[in-house]
């Protein structure tokens, strides 16, 4: 496995040139991604970019790898201590999150064909990812509605992130969210923070 390079603000250079393959997958989409772009927007050498990469497909795999890696972490943070509607309600809440970041979101004007490809795909490993989190006889069919409903919004976007938590709330059989119940507190990276249990 190859080190990764840290930079003075932290962040390695395999991850700067991912992060800016996303802008730049944003723009072109994956069939007219150009490395030099990709380099140029990372900030780093066509050489250097080959060095992680050798090749396009090397890097649209590791993007893949790394926006799977990320969604698994991130979700594994946001439900840390939770049980029960509590900890669905934040699977939920974090999926709406992830998707209002998600590359695809930035592909649906770009290159319509492939986000249907994509999301074809993403459906069983979705549905699969989100399964554990749903109890109850009717648990696999609740699942693969919810997923349904993610995927739709990765193919229209929905500027509105409560109605869009809304529709999953209800498909997934959770009671009318409280709006006067306090909202996590956020991190500077905007990761809401696991309250301490009560003693």
């Known amino acids: 496995m190859q080190e990764r390079h840290r930079q003075p603000g932290g962040e390695s250079t395999r991850d700067r040139i991912l992060a800016a393959t996303l802008v730049v997958l944003g723009v072109s ?19 250097t970019l080959y060095r992680w990469f050798p090749s396009k497909q090397a890097l649209l795999d590791a993007f893949a790898d790394d926006e799977q890696a990320r969604f698994d972490t991130v979700l594994a ?23 209002q970041s998600y590359s695809l979101r930035r ?22 990812r989100l399964r554990p989190h749903f109890i ?7 699942a693969s509605i919810v997923t349904r409903i ?3 919004h990765a193919l229209v976007p929905d500027d509105d992130p409560e109605e869009f938590l809304t529709e999953l709330r ?16 956020r991190t500077r ?9 009560a003693r």
């Not at 209800?170 to 507190?185: C, E, F, V």
């Not at 990276?189 to 249990?197: A, I, M, Q």
């Open 189 to 197: 990276s905007g990761r809401t923070t696991t309250p301490e249990r």
């Open 29 to 47: 989409g994956p069939h007219k991604l150009s490395l030099s772009d990709v380099a140029q927007t990372a900030g780093v050498s066509r050489p």
């Open 107 to 128: 592909m649906v004007d770009v290159e319509p064909d492939h986000v249907l490809e994509q999301i074809r795909r993403a459906l069983p490993t979705v549905r699969r």
């Open 170 to 185: 209800t498909a997934a059989g959770l009671p009318k969210r409280d709006t006067s119940r306090p909202r996590r507190p």
């Open 150 to 152: 993610v995927l739709s």
């Open 136 to 142: 109850g006889p009717d648990a696999d069919v609740v």
């Open 77 to 99: 943070e946001a439900i840390a201590g939770l049980d029960g509607a509590e900890r669905l309600d934040a699977v939920l809440r974090f999926v709406v999150e992830f998707q």
